[in-house]
């Protein structure tokens, strides 16, 4: 008979290192590649009458408001 619980030191034995650090620089990656929809928030969030709008109207209708059509003179 064993014993189901291992310690804390061991807890990451079964992950090897290699793993991990392919992990995290595939995390960093993501990071870097942001969804369009997390850019636009970001850019209406900057703009503050853009984010006054998003929270009555939400994100997506606040930068379509703001910055959806190019405005030309």
């Not at 998003?54 to 059509?69: K, L, W």
């Amino acid at each position: 008979f064993s014993d189901p619980f291992i310690s804390r030191r061991r807890a990451s034995d079964f992950i090897r290192a290699d793993t991990r650090l392919g992990a995290i620089s595939q995390e960093r990656i993501r990071e870097r590649n942001k969804a369009l929809q997390e850019r636009q928030r970001e850019i209406c969030e900057d703009y503050y009458p853009c984010e006054l709008y998003a929270f009555r109207h939400g994100y997506a209708a606040a930068y379509n408001h703001y910055f959806g059509r190019r405005r030309t003179k």
